[in-house]
């Protein structure tokens, strides 16, 4: 290493204080309430093309699209495809981020080149620059002030939404973004602690007793989240036996195995049809 390199990286190393992108990540809250403000065309297009450029693409092939929805009456249809999730309806706009290898099979045909990307794994590569786009634009958003949700519903909706946006084959939405100008101010949500996901050299798998120990604040803390909504969602965990954590997570209310496992097979189905899986 060079003395320069070696200082860099002294530097580095010492560093406590956060770097520019620090306090940006910790102001992110998914944001639920929005206010019916618009966001300015151009400004928009300027964080896109940003986000655009500045996520990382596999081969730089670009297999993505992003569907922008505005209008009133379109999103109210998303709004029904995305389990009727209020803010939908109340953000100005809602951004479907698709893996796309249509485009670039157009592409490879008029060249006279071989085809390829009609696979799982071509599924893989562009539904990971997908994600690596979306998250980029949420991050450019959030640091022009606005406020963003992810929509996971989008994985249970795919083909609808798919029809409903009229994608080409080859081409599936992976996620989708409401974007709007926050009308609330929650709390930051705590994570697990860094000792439960981050491993030096190889896996170290945790004991039972360390596995207590790095869901604790978890539990307590997203426990008394969900105890303090409304009094139907109480009953409705009473009467499906929920009394922790733990058992909230897989109860029908929220990832119910059975509809996991019928929407996995809904998907394999998808994929067949449009050319993700020969
Ligand atoms: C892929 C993905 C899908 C999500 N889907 C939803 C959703 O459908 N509805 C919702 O209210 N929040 C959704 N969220 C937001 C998470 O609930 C949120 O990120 C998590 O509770 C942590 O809170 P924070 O983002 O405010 O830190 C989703 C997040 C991700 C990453």
Same mark, same amino acid.
């Given at each position: 290493?060079?003395?320069?390199?070696?200082?860099?990286?002294?530097?580095?190393?010492?560093?406590?204080?956060?770097?520019?992108?620090?306090?940006?990540?910790?102001?992110?809250?998914?944001?639920?309430?929005?206010?019916?403000?618009?966001?300015?065309?151009?400004?928009?297009?300027?964080?896109?093309?940003?986000?655009?450029?500045?996520?990382?693409?596999?081969?730089?092939?670009?297999?993505?699209?992003?569907?922008?929805?505005?209008?009133?009456?379109?999103?109210?249809?998303?709004?029904?495809?995305?389990?009727?999730?209020?803010?939908?309806?109340?953000?100005?706009?809602?951004?479907?981020?698709?893996?796309?290898?249509?485009?670039?099979?157009?592409?490879?045909?008029?060249?006279?080149?071989?085809?390829?990307?009609?696979?799982?794994?071509?599924?893989?590569?562009?539904?990971?620059?997908?994600?690596?786009?979306?998250?980029?634009?949420?991050?450019?958003?959030?640091?022009?002030?606005?406020?963003?949700?992810?929509?996971?519903?989008?994985?249970?909706?795919?083909?609808?939404?798919?029809?409903?946006?009229?994608?080409?084959?080859?081409?599936?939405?992976?996620?989708?973004?409401?974007?709007?100008?926050?009308?609330?101010?929650?709390?930051?949500?705590?994570?697990?602690?860094?000792?439960?996901?981050?491993?030096?050299?190889?896996?170290?798998?945790?004991?039972?007793?360390?596995?207590? %120990?790095?869901?604790?604040? @978890? $539990?307590?803390?997203?426990?008394? #989240?969900?105890?303090?909504?409304?009094? +139907? *969602? !109480?009953?409705?965990?009473?009467?499906?036996?929920?009394?922790?954590?733990?058992?909230?997570?897989?109860?029908?209310?929220?990832? %119910?195995?059975?509809?996991? @496992? $019928?929407?996995?097979?809904?998907? #394999?189905?998808?994929?067949?049809?449009? +050319? *993700? !899986?020969?």
């Amino acid at each position: 290493m060079t003395g320069s390199g070696a200082s860099r990286h002294a530097s580095h190393r010492l560093m406590t204080t956060p770097t520019a992108l620090s306090p940006l990540l910790q102001r992110h809250r998914s944001i639920r309430r929005y206010k019916s403000e618009p966001i300015d065309p151009a400004l928009l297009d300027a964080v896109l093309q940003y986000a655009f450029a500045g996520a990382s693409s596999s081969g730089n092939l670009n297999m993505v699209s992003v569907v922008r929805t505005r209008d009133a009456e379109r999103k109210r249809r998303l709004y029904e495809l995305h389990f009727e999730q209020d803010m939908v309806l109340q953000a100005p706009l809602v951004l479907t981020f698709c893996a796309d290898t249509w485009r670039t099979r157009q592409w490879l045909q008029r060249r006279d080149a071989r085809l390829n990307f009609d696979n799982l794994l071509a599924w893989h590569v562009a539904s990971f620059d997908a994600i690596i786009v979306a998250q980029t634009t949420a991050l450019a958003l959030e640091a022009e002030g606005l406020g963003i949700c992810y929509m996971g519903t989008t994985l249970h909706a795919m083909r609808e939404i798919a029809d409903f946006l009229e994608l080409p084959p080859n081409c599936l939405p992976a996620t989708s973004l409401v974007v709007g100008w926050p009308d609330e101010a929650p709390a930051q949500r705590d994570r697990l602690p860094m000792a439960a996901w981050c491993h030096d050299e190889t896996y170290q798998r945790p004991s039972g007793e360390q596995i207590d %120990a790095q869901f604790h604040d @978890r $539990e307590v803390k997203g426990w008394a #989240r969900y105890q303090s909504l409304h009094e +139907g *969602f !109480l009953a409705r965990m009473a009467e499906l036996g929920v009394d922790s954590l733990a058992k909230f997570y897989t109860c029908d209310l929220k990832y %119910a195995p059975k509809r996991f @496992r $019928e929407d996995s097979e809904k998907l #394999r189905v998808l994929f067949e049809e449009r +050319g *993700f !899986l020969p």
